[in-house]
């Protein structure tokens, strides 16, 4: 196992549970929990073991009591504390604030983004709200135009409550970026590829535009998944996941994460996260790291079942178009092959009108008729009509985002099994 040595010659738990050695695990001031990746793998000697090797044993160390090789269940609400005011590990007094379960997620999805922290969340909503939580009334935030629908609802009829001001852009073109930046902007947030219009942003040249603003870069990874595209690396200050999506990889789990690099801004998301409450549970936390140990192996069959599915949608003359990165006809194709190492599963067509569209989607046996997606198996939905119906009409249209546009997660079933189901439907 990958682990890390308390430097007298005992190995200890790193963030699995049981007694968690001080000096590798500290508390933060928050009380928050400080989860490295060197927690249970030094962050440089991780660098020299693969993905695949990272995915299943990095923020994980067999529990020290049994030698359990699964990170167990910390099912509990609270601790007991040996002295008054004196939790254990400084840190272990409330579930909200500490579970060894969650820090092990933690640990993992921060390795796996290149990161130093991990926070986990209820949600990706949470994740993304509480990054945006670090911001005050009368802050800027320059959002990407077409993000999840959810997420447009949250800036536009929450968090705008508030008075925090949102402007919204394509973020394909930098120049639109750089001309939303004002004085009070302190935050630019983009999806890359986008959902789902699979619209791409240059991460580095966005950070750039965001730094010299005196902005901060949080780019939405859910549709890339760091197997295929880690932002931290390319300049973001922070990553964020649906986890519910292909990290967790399932459909059993709801659930948010942000990897980072910097130490203040992971105090920040820890504190926020303890004072609001949007902690996932530790039954969840488990479901998603196990889920996270195939997540290479998963992905590897995502990208090559959604290539498959989009080449062959393309050649079908019943489509008006597709929209998928992966195809040389896709106008930002250069950009994603320079920053993403594979185009994942989510494949958008046009056929032209809602008539068309139920025609499709209401017939197919093998794609399941429902919203979310990186899941195993394989999904179809109208974002006009399901996902993005909580966006402006106007907005919609103007992106193409209109009721003939539909949306495949392709899952990992035998491709021909796919291709057939489609086919039997279109002809």
Known sequence: MIGVNDGVGRRVAGVSGGAVDSRVCAAHPSGATNVTTEDSMHHEAAQHFSFGTRAIHAGVEPEPVTGAIMTPIFQTSTYVQPAVGEPREGRYDYGR??????????????????????????????AIEAVVKRLSAGDHVVSEENTYGGTTRMFDHVLSRLGLEFTYVDARDESAVAAAMRPETKLVHVETPTNPMMKLCDIAAVAEIA????????????????????????????????STKYVNGHSDVI????????????????????????????????????????????????????????????DHPRIDRVLYPGLPSHDQHELAARQMSGFTGMVSVDVGSLERTKALTEHLR??????????????????????????????????????????????????????????????
């Open 97 to 126: 604030t500490a579970n060894p379960t969650r820090e092990a997620l933690e640990g993992s999805i921060a390795s796996l983004e290149g990161g130093t922290h991990g926070v986990a969340f209820a949600s990706g909503l949470a």
């Open 211 to 242: 730094h010299d603003g005196g902005a901060l870069l949080s780019v939405d990874n859910t549709f890339a998944s760091p197997f295929n595209q880690r932002p931290l690396e390319l300049g973001a200050d922070f990553t964020i996941h649906s």
């Open 255 to 314: 659930g948010g994460l942000v990897a980072i690099r910097d130490e203040a801004l992971a105090e920040e998301l820890y504190f926020i996260r303890k004072s609001s409450g949007a902690v996932p549970g530790p039954m969840d936390c488990f479901l998603t790291l196990r889920g996270i140990k195939t997540l290479h192996v998963r992905m590897e069959r995502h990208n090559a079942n959604g290539l498959a599915v989009a080449r062959w949608l393309e």
């Open 366 to 427: 093998v794609f399941a008729l429902a919203e979310s997606l990186g899941g195993i198996e394989s999904l179809v939905n109208v974002p006009a009509l399901m996902t993005h119906g909580s966006v402006p009409e106007e907005r919609r249209e103007a992106m193409g985002m209109t009721p003939g546009l539909i949306r495949f997660s392709v899952g990992i079933e035998d491709v021909d099994d796919l291709i057939a189901d489609l086919d039997r439907v279109l002809a």
